[in-house]
Structures are given as C-alpha cells and as structure tokens.
C-alpha cells in the first residue's frame, strides 16, 4: 500500500483558508495514485492537516457525551460507536467542518479524484466526529448511495485519524476488501493525521471488522466526511430556467419594458435549437456591450 506524505496549504491565521487554485494543482498530482490504487480508487495520506489545524482538530473533539450523539451497538453493522455531529462542537470545530465543506477543499478532491462538481453535506448525515470503544467494530460494507434528504449521489469518502497513539495489535485497521470479497487488498493503521480518501460503489467493499483489542482509555477516533455529485435526471422533474423577471405595478415604463423583454428571452431559451441560443447569445452580449460603451462615450467629460 503506497502512503504520500503531503500537507494541505492551509493558512490559519485570522480563520481557516486555502488558495483554490493551489489546492487544485496540489489535489491533480495526486490524481494517477488516486485512479490507479488496488482494490478501487483511493489515496493514503500522512500528515494532511498542518500542526495548528491538527491540534484544532483534537481540541475539538467533545469527550463528554453530547445529548445528540449518535450510538451504535448493533452488532456487525457497527457496535460501540459514537457519532458527533459538527454544528453541536465547539466553535473551533465548527470551523474545521466548514472548511472541510469549502470549495478550496473540494477543488483539492476533484483534482485529485477526476470527479467534477463535487456538493459537500452540509447535513453530515452519517458523518462528523467518530468515535469506536473496546469491542467495537464495524464490518465490511459499501456505503449508502443516494443522500435521500438532498437527491445527491454519493462519490467520495474522507477520513481523517486522530488517534494519538496507536498499536495495531489492537486491531481497527481499516481493511479494503476487492471488489468480488475474495480478499483484503489494504490494510491502514489509524494513525495520527492519516487521511483516507475513496470512491463510493456498489462495490467498494471496506471497514474495520475486527473488535478492537484497546485499552479501556483507548478510543479509535476519526473525522469523516462524504462528498456527493448531482445528476442531468434532475432536469426530468424540473424544468430548466434562467431567473425569471416580472416589474411591479407601480415600475416605470423602461422597467416593465426589460423585465418583458427578459421574459421573452427566456421564451427564445426554452424553444431555439442550442446551436442557434448559443449564437444569439453571443449576438445578444456584444450589442449590450456596445450600447454600454456608446452610453459610456456620451457621458465622458
């Protein structure tokens, strides 16, 4: 299993931010680790977060229970383990999700996934802090596909380790099984500012089955998030349309005269042939362009 060690250009001062541009240069040469990883498409990163947002990052992480913490005890599909959900931490915390949400960060994951327009969830549903105790496991699976609260497809999991110390004779190392569950392909150690990232298929087989063997002090503790991509179905249940204009009442004559005018270019959007909207278009945008420079001209001293 190859590990690239690569540390995010975050800047920390006076709030969390990363230059987009950068962070789509520096995700793009990760691209060809990404798409070309044994058993499906994924990346092993060491210290991802910088120092000032790893500690950030762990100081965040509530120890006492949080009154809408997520439990899980059921068995093989997850047992003693603690969901936390952002908006509920501190505001240091709070600050981490959202800049885990931002487009720097997902112009990171799209260059380095090939993946184009990738939606963060503002929700995190099943995401957040997470926590597994002694005898805890999780079992291998694919993930949920389809967030139903937003109609988004899933693409993309992120996972960041926070564990401090770790042995791995206490078993949780995430396991990547093949696609057809013939064998464990990747075993990775929880360790400290270890990112996982990976696709999200019907088949991309992965979780730590193993009960954990920690001590009772011990817990495995991991940020993770998930990113999605909208779909062209949409379009079948909604139809496409520019912002639509109406002048009120009361507006002047050159107002209600636009705002027809808009209308009627929308009418045109709705029943041209693409090839003849596309030209039109250009058509339209010079000679506003034109008519701006003229009016521009007149008034000039």
Known sequence: MAVVDLTLPINAEGGLSMDAKEARQLGSLLCEDFQNADPFPH???DNLLPQPVLEQALSGFPKEALASD????????GQHKRQVMPE????????????????????FLEGMSGIEGLIPDPYFMGGGYHETSRGGK??????????EQLNLQRRLNLLIYLNEEWDDAWKGQLELWDRDMKGCAA???????RCVVFRTDADTWHGHPDEL????????????LYYYTASKGVYQDVPASSTVYMARAQDDAESRKQARNLRLWETVRDWAPPVLFRRLSALRYRIANWKAKS???????
């Open 70 to 77: 997520g439990w899980f005890n059921i068995g093989y599909a």
């Open 88 to 107: 509920d931490c501190s505001a240091a915390a709070r600050e981490l999700f959202w800049f885990m949400n931002s487009r720097s960060m997902l112009q």
């Open 138 to 147: 999780l079992g291998i699976h694919a993930d949920f596909r389809i967030h």
């Open 213 to 224: 063997e920690t001590p009772e002090n011990v817990t495995r503790r991991s940020i993770a």
């Open 295 to 301: 009016a521009s001209r007149a008034n000039a001293p």
């Open 43 to 45: 990346v092993v990163i």
């Open 187 to 193: 075993r990775v150690s929880p360790i400290l500012n």
